[in-house]
């Protein structure tokens, strides 16, 4: 089933960053006036420490996954802010090698994203979780997809946008069009440089050009193609039909390769959408979630 809907703008989300140096293992209160009460904490997970963000109190637990140089609080501000924390208990994770998740830098061997999703799930099953859902936006809807395909069990539903199960041509020409960070935006820019300085930023944006350029010459550009089949879970797909970075045929593909997954459609929706159009995109994870 594919769903249409008309969205209308507003101001992008102002991201928050904080100073704060999290413990290990020792949960630490954040941001009680932009949140509500978001904790923040390092936990080590399969040889490294990773840092996640958590607010609400609901049984229903949501992973948020963010995308290619993200973390949990550049890409997921209105999502933390917003999101119903009566219904849900909202984790945002780093990635290793990603926002607070350093030591050790990011790298890209060829099953990156197979090993974020083994990392995602035992990070929330460390953080005693018996269930999750997913909310995948771009790499982080990729690694959902891995994660839904290879623990079935372990996932209660999943929302993903801007992901891609492929690489073509196409795609490998707009990757190297982002491969200088300099040319970027300053609003693209800027809150990755603040978090991570514009060395690391400009290192691991080249390097994760030629980690996602490697699946191109993989047997038809594949990177998770042949697991969608597997995942069993309840799925909603949304695609911005103006993503200059992903082109709808991906959200066309993964949408037929999902049985019973359901597509929908932003018609003024950029890669950005849930930021772009926070209250609506929340209100439709929302809905879908529970």
């Keep these: 089933m594919v769903v249409r809907l008309c969205s209308r703008g507003g101001l992008l989300p102002r991201l928050l960053f904080s100073p704060q140096k999290p413990k290990i293992y020792v949960p630490t209160a954040g941001r009680k006036a932009a949140y509500g009460t978001v904790t923040s904490a390092k936990v080590s997970v399969n040889g490294v420490h990773l840092h996640y963000q958590q607010t609400g109190e609901g049984e229903h637990a949501v992973l948020l996954l963010p995308g290619m140089l ?3 609080e550049t890409d997921f501000a209105p999502q933390l802010k917003s999101l119903n ?14 926002g607070h998740s350093r030591p050790p830098d990011r790298d890209f061997p060829v099953d990156f994203f197979e090993r974020d999703a083994k990392d995602a799930v035992d990070l929330m099953k460390t953080l005693k979780f018996k269930k999750i859902s997913l909310l ?82 993989l047997p038809d550009g594949n ?35 999902v049985k019973g997954s359901r597509l929908h459609l932003m018609p003024e929706g950029k890669h950005n959408l849930h930021l772009r159009f926070a209250n609506e995109f929340n209100k439709l994870a929302e809905d879908f979630l529970q």
């Design 70 to 72: 993200g973390s949990g």
């Design 85 to 98: 924390k009566n219904l849900f208990t909202v984790v945002a994770w780093d990635p290793r090698g990603y």
């Design 136 to 217: 995948g936006w771009s790499d982080g809807g990729i690694t959902a997809l891995f994660a839904a395909a290879k623990y079935p069990s372990y996932i209660n539903k999943m929302v993903i946008w801007g992901a891609n199960a492929y690489v073509t041509e196409e795609d490998e020409r707009i990757y190297q069009g982002i491969r200088d960070v300099s040319k970027w935006s300053e609003k693209a820019r800027k809150p990755l440089e603040a978090l991570y300085g514009y060395d690391y930023l400009a290192k691991t944006c080249e390097k994760w050009v030629d980690g996602i350029g490697q699946f191109k010459h």
């Design 223 to 257: 990177i998770c193609r042949h697991l969608l089949p597997l995942v069993q879970c309840p799925t909603l797909i949304v695609h911005g039909e103006k993503d200059p970075l992903v082109p709808r045929f991906h959200a066309d593909f993964i949408h037929e390769q």
